[in-house]
C-alpha cells in the first residue's frame, strides 16, 4: 500500500513541477541583414539563467511561467531587453539593430628581452673548481 502511495505522489510531483515551466526557443537575427547570428547571449535578468545561440543563431531556453525579462546581446549589435509574459513554449525571432559604438583600440608594449636561466661558465672558472676523478669537465661540473 505504502508502494503505490508513493508512485501517486511521485506521478502527481512530476506533473506539477513540470508544468511550471515553459520552453522559450528561437533565432536572433541582423535587423537589417536578416542574418543569423552565431553565439549571440540571450539572459534572463535578475537570474543566473541564460544561453548562447549555435551555429545556426537558434537558442532554447527554459524559463518559469508568467513575466520574463530577457536581455539579448551580440557583438557589434546594440543590445536590447524584451519584457514578456510566458503561458506556454513560444517560439520568438530577436532582431537586434547593428552598432558602430566600439572604438578604436591601440595595442602598444616595448620589448623586453627573455632570460631562458642560462648560465655562462667560462673554462678558467670551470678549472678553478674541485673535481672528483680527473680533469674538469662541463657535465661533472653540473
Known sequence: MIRI????????FCVISYSQ???????VQD??????????Y???????TGCVTN????????????????KVSYIGHS????HMEVKKDTFIV???QPSN???????????????YNAIKVEMSDMAKLPVLGGEADLMKTM
Do not use: W
Open 5 to 12: 502511495y508513493t508512485c501517486i505522489f511521485l506521478i502527481f
Open 21 to 27: 515551466h515553459c520552453t522559450l526557443a528561437g533565432y
Open 31 to 40: 535587423a537589417q541583414s536578416g542574418e543569423r547570428l552565431i553565439n549571440a
Open 42 to 48: 540571450i539572459n534572463i535578468l535578475n537570474t543566473r
Open 55 to 70: 551555429e545556426q543563431g537558434y537558442f532554447s531556453l527554459v524559463v518559469d511561467k508568467g513575466m520574463v525579462t530577457l
Open 79 to 82: 543590445p536590447d531587453t524584451f
Open 94 to 96: 530577436f532582431h537586434l
Open 101 to 115: 559604438s566600439l572604438q578604436e583600440v591601440t595595442v602598444t608594449g616595448r620589448y623586453v628581452p627573455q632570460s
